[in-house]
């Protein structure tokens, strides 16, 4: 069962992560389109390199264009990128040229859930992707993820079984508490926490929690 904590704001929460065992570490990078807890690139790179091969390296990008896709990816060598879907979405010919650059790269595409064709979107992009990710839209929010709710656990289920063996990762409000229970619910191949595993600040922003991600990821292993 593979682990992924989003989103890494420093070297300190990188640490946090590999000291919790976790095996993806994911990292948003700013490209002017205000993800949550997005950093610059000289941060993303730093926290990166002390990662080194201890863990998986995701690289997060939202954009409108291919233009900051192809130009950070390379520079920054993550194992994996995350298009997060909101604007742009992966496609056979951006995923081809992607990989003709950088044969080693994985490319993982969010779907949100619920959302209209969630199920045939996963297949189409489980065609020409390494990972689906399948993160929440909240009801008061038309963007992918970062929602810290659940969603509907059979939509899940129903993807993972008709786009094998393309990687699933469960995501959505998924936290120390209840992560073993989707685990057994749907059996994907890895699960992804931010919110859950993070502490509200007073100004708005969050910080992760060494002990939600130390506790996520054990009960993850164990289920």
């Not at 291919?66 to 742009?88: A, K, R, V, W």
């Not at 969603?151 to 995501?171: E, T």
């Amino acid at each position: 069962m593979i682990t992924q904590i989003y989103s890494i704001h420093s070297i300190e929460e990188a640490k946090m992560c590999l000291d919790a065992g976790a095996d993806n570490i994911g990292v948003a990078l700013d490209t002017g389109f205000r993800c949550p807890r997005e950093v610059d690139f000289d941060t993303c790179k730093t926290i990166f390199d002390y990662i080194g091969d201890r863990a998986t390296k995701v690289l997060i990008i939202v954009s409108a264009d291919e233009q900051p896709i192809f130009e950070y990816t390379p520079l920054l060598n993550p194992d994996i990128l995350h298009i997060c879907g909101n604007e742009l979405e992966a496609n056979p010919d951006m995923v081809k040229r992607l990989k003709e650059r950088m044969p080693k790269l994985e490319v993982m595409q969010a779907v949100g859930i619920p959302s209209e064709g969630a199920i045939e979107k996963a297949k189409y992009f489980a065609s020409f992707c390494d990972y689906i990710i399948l993160d929440s839209i909240a009801s008061n929010m038309t963007s992918i993820g970062v929602a810290g709710v659940t969603h509907d656990w059979s939509v899940d289920k129903a993807i993972i079984d008709a786009v094998a063996p393309c990687k699933v990762i469960m995501a959505g409000g998924l936290g120390p508490d209840n992560v073993a229970e989707a685990i057994q619910f749907a059996h994907p191949y890895g699960v992804d926490s931010f919110t859950k595993t993070s502490d509200k600040l007073p100004n708005g922003d969050t910080q992760k929690n060494p002990e939600k991600i130390r506790l996520f990821v054990k009960n993850a292993k164990e289920a």
